[in-house]
């Protein structure tokens, strides 16, 4: 495991977009401003690395957490059903590889 930043709220620990108040608490990190994440680990490629939700933008993004970064298999190849993008045609995650665009090779 390796504590990374949270991407969401860039390691301040507070709501980026304030929808209470801009002093509550970012829920991704719950104010910690750190996350944990196993190893090995790729920039998440459903928000591209910023954990914000790619749609209904004031939300974590649910692939990663609001990491920005995902933990992937030791051995993978590249998801067949979204080719990588981790989201699918409709802009929701894909449930497939569930937005980390890398599968368990077989
Ligand atoms: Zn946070
Ligand atoms: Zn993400
Ligand atoms: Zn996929």
């Given at each position: 495991?390796?504590?990374?930043?949270?991407?969401f709220c860039k390691g301040r620990?507070?709501?980026p977009f304030g929808i209470m108040s801009h002093l509550s608490t970012c829920y991704a990190c719950?104010?910690?401003g750190t996350l944990w994440v196993?190893?090995?680990t790729r920039a998440c490629p459903y928000c591209q690395g910023t954990g914000i939700s790619p749609i209904g933008a004031r939300n974590?993004?649910?692939?990663?957490?609001?990491?920005?970064?995902?933990s992937i298999?030791?051995?993978?190849?590249?998801?067949p059903?979204?080719?990588?993008?981790?989201?699918e045609p409709s802009g929701l995650?894909?449930?497939?590889?569930?937005?980390?665009?890398?599968?368990?090779?077989?």
């Open positions: 495991m390796v504590l990374i930043k949270c991407a620990g507070k709501d719950k104010g910690k196993a190893k090995p974590y993004c649910l692939a990663c957490r609001g990491r920005g970064v995902v298999p030791e051995s993978t190849e590249t998801c059903y979204c080719g990588g993008t981790g989201r995650y894909c449930i497939e590889c569930k937005g980390k665009g890398v599968v368990v090779k077989k």
